[in-house]
Each structure stands twice: as structure tokens, then as C-alpha cells.
């Protein structure tokens, strides 16, 4: 990670507000509502009683700043946990590769703004995806149609 790279909330706003500038706004739903598990983790990370404590909205603002997930935490490990984790939830194999999908175009989105020197999902494995033999129609099949 470089200096003066963002929290993960916020390269996860300039993500999706590119995606939505180059992209459709079906792709940009598509991100977000894969990506939202990301943002919850970082609403966790920000939430403490001690937050909550401060009189001084100034000294909460900087605390919680502080208290921010790092983008250095979305490492190849935490990529492998996430996926693992909805599998083990039987998630779809399609399901689970398109998280993983949205995951990969976040950490190429943050490379390419020189946030991420490595790709922590270059070394991640998906699900397979069953391909189902084609099936066509019978004779009789067709007459009915």
C-alpha cells in the first residue's frame, strides 16, 4: 500500500462512482450490492461504545477516522475468507463468482489509482461452475410445439 491511500469506505466510493461513469447502472448495482459486505465490515470497525462517549462531535469525527478499516486489510487471505464464507453459507457457484468478480474489478480499480501494489485476489481460486449438458427436443417434442 502506498502513503496517502484511502480507507476502504472511501476507495470503495471512488470505485463505485467510476463504475457508474464507464459502466451501466445495472453493473454499478451489481457492484455495490456484491461489495456491500465490505462496507459492513467497515461500519463495524468505526462502531465502538467509545464513539458513542464523546461529547465533542469534532473529536468524533477524528477518532472514528482513526478507527477506520485501512485498505491494507483487504488482503489475498481476507478475499479467500469471504469466498469460503459463502460457500460454507451454500451459496450458488455463480453466486459466490459474482462477488468474486465484483471483488476482482475493486482491487484492479485500486491498483490502477496506485492504492494496491499486488492484486490480493491474483492468487484466489472460485467455485467451478457445472456446465449442463444441452438438451434437445425430442420429435414428439417438437410436433407438440
Keep these: 500500500m502506498r502513503e496517502g ?13 467510476d ?15 456484491n461489495l456491500r459486505r465490505l462496507r459492513a465490515l467497515e461500519e463495524l470497525s468505526t462502531r465502538h461504545p467509545k464513539l458513542d462517549s464523546l461529547e465533542d462531535e469534532q473529536t468524533q469525527i477524528q477518532t472514528r477516522e482513526e478507527m477506520s478499516t485501512p485498505l491494507s486489510a483487504l488482503t489475498d487471505s481476507a478475499c479467500r475468507a469471504m469466498i469460503a464464507q459463502r460457500v460454507r453459507q451454500g451459496q450458488a457457484p455463480r453466486t459466490v463468482n459474482t462477488f468474486a468478480g465484483a471483488l476482482m474489478a475493486f482491487c484492479r480499480f485500486c491498483r490502477e489509482q496506485g492504492w494496491m501494489f499486488e492484486d490480493p485476489m491474483a492468487h484466489v481460486s472460485t467455485p467451478k461452475i457445472e456446465q449442463k449438458p444441452h438438451r434437445y427436443l425430442s420429435v414428439a417434442e417438437i410436433e407438440r410445439v
Excluded at 491511500?5 to 476507495?11: K, S, W
Excluded at 463504475?19 to 457492484?31: K, Q
Aim: with cysteine; proline share 7%.
Design 5 to 17: 491511500c484511502p480507507a476502504l469506505a472511501d476507495a470503495l466510493d471512488a470505485f463505485l462512482d
Design 19 to 33: 463504475v457508474g461513469i464507464r459502466l451501466a447502472p445495472l453493473t454499478r448495482v451489481t457492484y455495490e450490492r
